[in-house]
Each structure stands twice: as structure tokens, then as C-alpha cells.
């Protein structure tokens, strides 16, 4: 048998968990503003601010 294929596959795997690896360390300060509003809405719901009837 040939080993060649599985060292390529887990070659493939290794690289490609650090090319992911370090697309996520360079993208950690970044937010996108749609994700801010979801923070938002989250904190309206954790303080009940999103009630209609004003209570």
C-alpha cells in the first residue's frame, strides 16, 4: 500500500487549519455593524427593554 494519499490528505487538513487559524487571529478586532446591532438587541431583551407595553 501506498501511504502517500493520507500524508497528502493530512498535509491538505494541516494547512488548512492554519490558513483558518490565521484568517481568524487578523480578523479578531474586526465587527460588523450588523453584529453590533445583534449585541443591541440583545441587551434590549437582557434589560426588558423590549417590552411594547411599558412596563
Given amino acids: 500500500m501506498n501511504a502517500a494519499p493520507g500524508r497528502l490528505r493530512l498535509a491538505l487538513w494541516a ?3 492554519a490558513l483558518g487559524s490565521l484568517e481568524a487571529f487578523a480578523g479578531r478586532q474586526f465587527m460588523n455593524p450588523d453584529g453590533i446591532a445583534h449585541l443591541d438587541i440583545a ?3 437582557r434589560l ?3 417590552r411594547c407595553d411599558g412596563r
Fill in 15 to 17: 494547512l488548512a487549519a
Fill in 43 to 45: 441587551d434590549a431583551y
Fill in 48 to 50: 426588558h427593554a423590549h
